[in-house]
């Protein structure tokens, strides 16, 4: 075989190879998406969207709670995490390359491969212990100690990639440290710092684990933050270990919207940071 | 390279060759002068030079970049720095509004006196000496997300200057010669300007905050030589107002540009003097080696 031949070779076995890799990595992702449009498509219904869940035996009903609340703990959560987590993703990037900085990047680390249940048992000690109460607000404080590592270490990122050359011409120009940082620096980094939060706000609207202990479920309305709360995650969970076929049903129904929720949120990044990008060129 | 007899007709080629490549000519001098930001010393002192370096040292680290720099420039001229790479002319370049604390290590030691104030001295806030010295840099670096009108009032609205920055945008943009040719483009991206329109933008916006010594950085190293053209065209204007000093790895732009020229060679000042001195008959072998390309 000439060298030639051989590399041909070589190069249709690893495209081959690569392309096989990209196959199997899709089936999951599509019978995921396969199973749970066509057990949750035939549910979806306007008033799935806004009516409380039925009672056993009722047909009808629907996770309009759920989803109020699942935007209430992301809210709860948001509030918490961004201000902290941008913070200290500036601040890895600005200031971060003493020790501080490495101190702080490793407890990031660790704390972001802590287990979501984990969180939510510390959550459940801080608050829910000393309120005596379940409430929206510790399951808000468990999705803002998930939220925080992973934003903090993608703002440091995206902080970073804005080139030294604009910090430069902003201080050149007489403008402090901490202004170039706020309104150059923040700024040119913006589009990707918003994919960031919207990634780690997806991610927090589909954490159970964390929850189930801490928002707890309602069955009704619920806007306070110190009282119970429903959510997508925590009622898709209690309808699919139920012993009702309806239920199981509705369970599917749920996934599908929450999963159109994060789809939604996801498209959302996407648009964001290719404006960014265009933006940028 | 050219020779040293040569270099007077050259850079008398070169200005009128300019004329040619810059086309008609769209903008005049500034005519209605903004406030010669000089005028306050008086007409006895403007004999005093603008910056005065003396004994001039810089580490990076442990490296010594500098080695005991001495010079004058004298107030609305142009000092050109020469030398090959690495010989530190830039480094010289950014102790002048001390750019260089920015980078990790480096310090500087000395006297750098503007206006007979040192500048190096701790009771100097970096912040303020950097709005009274500018700087354009050797890539042009506009603020990607602003528009060209904002990247001109950036210095003072980042600075929380309030009040109506539209005039200080038409005359700072006439003095950068990028006017008539960004004026009805204020509200679009700095980023759709061609390469040498945004470094002539970062002029215009390290202008707007009103320096008093511009520093410029090889600034176009990065431009063709149509935008370089009417970059040294617009130094020629700025000198009437601004005291320049310029780092250049083209010693044709030297000769073009500057009233003196200061020759750098492995951290030492090698020698300084009249820009027509120094590439026709200057006093050390040295930098006529330099300046006639024997080596460099």
């Given at each position: 075989m000439t060298s030639l031949q051989w590399r041909r070779f070589v190069d249709l076995f690893w495209t081959a190879a690569s392309g096989t890799g990209v196959v199997l990595a899709l089936v999951p992702l599509a019978s995921l998406l396969w199973l749970v449009i066509s057990h949750g498509a035939a549910g979806l219904s306007w008033s799935f969207f806004t009516s409380l869940p039925a009672p056993v035996g009722e047909s009808g009903g629907g996770v309009g709670n759920g989803i109020v609340g699942t935007l209430l703990l992301v809210g709860i959560a948001s509030a918490m995490a961004l201000p902290v987590g941008i913070g200290a993703g500036v601040f890895l990037a600005e200031k971060g390359d003493g020790k501080a900085g490495s101190a702080i990047r490793f407890v990031a680390e660790v704390l972001s491969g802590v287990p979501s249940i984990v969180v939510g048992i510390v959550a459940y000690g801080l608050v829910v212990e000393r309120m005596k109460r379940f409430s929206a607000l510790a399951g808000g404080l468990a999705l803002a100690l998930l939220m925080v590592p992973t934003l903090a270490r993608s703002t440091e990122e995206f902080v970073r990639l804005v080139p030294g050359a604009l910090r430069e011409a902003s201080l050149a120009l007489g403008v402090p440290k901490w202004r170039t940082s706020l309104l150059i620096v923040l700024r040119t980094a913006a589009g990707g710092i918003i994919t960031a939060v919207l990634l780690a706000v997806a991610r927090a609207a589909g954490e159970t684990a964390p929850l189930l202990f801490t928002s707890l479920n309602n069955q009704y309305w619920n806007l306070r933050p110190d009282q119970p709360t429903a959510s997508l995650t925590v009622q898709i969970f209690n309808y699919a270990i139920s012993p009702y076929e309806d239920w199981h049903n509705k369970a599917w129904t749920a996934a599908l919207v929450l999963l159109l929720l994060v789809g939604l949120l996801n498209l959302l990044a996407r648009l964001l940071s290719r404006n960014q990008m265009e933006g940028a060129r | 390279m050219m020779r040293p007899q040569e270099v007077a007709t050259t850079s008398e080629l070169a200005g009128a060759k300019r004329e040619e490549l810059s086309g008609p000519k769209v903008v005049s001098a500034p005519k209605p002068a903004p406030t010669p930001p000089i005028e306050k010393t008086g007409t006895s002192e403007t004999?005093?030079?603008k910056l005065r370096v003396s004994n001039l040292n810089a580490w990076y680290g442990k490296t010594l970049a500098l080695k005991g720099v001495n010079l004058l420039v004298p107030p609305r001229s142009v000092m050109a720095a020469i030398g090959?790479?690495?010989?530190?002319k830039s480094t010289f370049l950014r102790c002048l509004n001390r750019m260089h604390e920015l980078i990790p290590g480096a310090r500087a030691e000395g006297t750098l006196l503007l206006d007979g104030e040192d500048l190096l001295s701790r009771q100097v806030d970096p912040v303020v000496l950097r709005r009274r010295v500018g700087m354009v840099f050797q890539r042009p670096n506009p603020f990607p997300t602003m528009s060209v009108r904002d990247n001109v009032t950036a210095g003072l609205k980042l600075n929380a200057v309030?009040?109506?920055?539209s005039q200080i945008v038409e005359r700072t943009l006439k003095q950068a010669a990028l006017w008539e040719e960004v004026k009805d483009r204020l509200d679009e991206s700095a980023l759709g300007l061609s390469g040498g329109q945004q470094q002539r933008l970062c002029i215009a916006r390290a202008l707007a905050v009103e320096p008093e010594v511009l520093l410029m950085?090889?600034?176009?190293?990065?431009?063709d030589p149509i935008a370089t053209a009417k970059v040294e065209d617009l130094i020629h204007e700025l000198k009437a107002h601004y005291t320049i000093v310029i780092v250049t790895h083209n010693m044709q732009q030297a000769a073009r540009v500057s009233d003196q020229t200061a020759f750098f060679y492995i951290g030492e000042l090698v020698e300084v003097g009249p820009t027509e001195k120094m590439f026709?008959?200057?006093?050390?072998a040295q930098t006529n080696d330099y300046v006639t390309g024997k080596f460099g």
């Open positions: - | 004999e005093q030079p090959p790479s690495g010989c530190g309030r009040g109506d920055h950085d090889e600034p176009c190293s990065a431009l026709t008959n200057p006093d050390k």
